[in-house]
T-cell receptor
Framework: DAGVTQSPTHLIKTRGQQVTLRCSPK?????VSWYQQALGQGPQFIFQ???????QRGNFPDRFSGHQFPNYSSELNVNALLLGDSALYLC?????????????FGPGTRLTVL | AQSVTQLGSHVSVSEGALVLLRCNYS??????LFWYVQYPNQGLQLLLK??????LVKGINGFEAEFKKSETSFHLTKPSAHMSDAAEYFC?????????????FGKGTKLTVNP
């Protein structure tokens, strides 16, 4: 049973550039959430996608956008990168209606903005 | 809005000693609570979850947590620490406001196990 996978593992960008991160959910899951984890901090919710729609959004600017595909995989896009966007980006998947919507996390993508 | 507070950003124990990591929650509704572990340079792994079925929850790797409503606490314990338990631990509460169940995390507690 494949777990949550993310690509790439690491990424280095410069300020002002744009980046796309990818996530494939755990088999059987239909919901994808994205979190940003800055160094030394707990993860912070960016947004969640279900049925190809953004279901809820955290306190992040519009530079952060996402997409969910019919196969439930998802992308996170960040435009006009800032130094402060350097973080570990975590994808989590879950199954709507499974009771507690327990979220299972991928290994993350480490983004460094120079 | 729901929130959690983890007391102690660093905890150090000797191998074989009791592990106690503290978490207090704030919630206007009966909460769903979680403990996740993060090993260096890895994602988060679910240790255990509380969903109101039982107040004492057993998880993986010998960890357990007890939900105490009167104290608004959900502390994580393990009777005997192993070197392999060294990691960062995050307490989280599920916030269903807004139509989805996003997780709200504490700032984490880094556990060091000394030989």
């Amino acid at each position: 049973d494949a777990g949550v996978t993310q690509s790439p593992t690491h990424l280095i960008k410069t300020r002002g550039q744009q980046v796309t991160l990818r996530c494939s959910p755990k088999s059987g899951h239909d919901t994808v959430s994205w979190y940003q984890q800055a160094l030394g901090q707990g993860p912070q919710f960016i947004f969640q996608y279900y049925e190809e729609e953004e279901r809820q959004r955290g306190n992040f600017p519009d530079r952060f956008s996402g997409h969910q595909f019919p196969n439930y995989s998802s992308e996170l896009n960040v435009n006009a990168l800032l130094l402060g966007d350097s973080a570990l980006y975590l994808c989590a998947s879950s199954l709507v209606g499974a009771g507690t919507d327990t979220q299972y996390f991928g290994p993350g993508t480490r983004l460094t903005v120079l | 809005a729901q929130s959690v507070t983890q007391l102690g950003s660093h905890v150090s124990v000797s191998e074989g000693a009791l592990v106690l990591l503290r978490c207090n929650y704030s919630s206007s509704v009966p909460p769903y609570l979680f403990w996740y572990v993060q090993y260096p340079n890895q994602g988060l792994q679910l240790l255990l979850k509380y969903t109101s079925a039982a107040t004492l929850v057993k998880g993986i790797n010998g960890f357990e947590a007890e939900f105490k409503k009167s104290e608004t606490s959900f502390h994580l314990t393990k009777p005997s620490a192993h070197m392999s338990d060294a990691a960062e631990y995050f307490c989280a509460v599920s916030d269903s406001q807004g139509g989805s169940e996003k997780l709200v995390f504490g700032k984490g507690t880094k556990l060091t196990v000394n030989p």
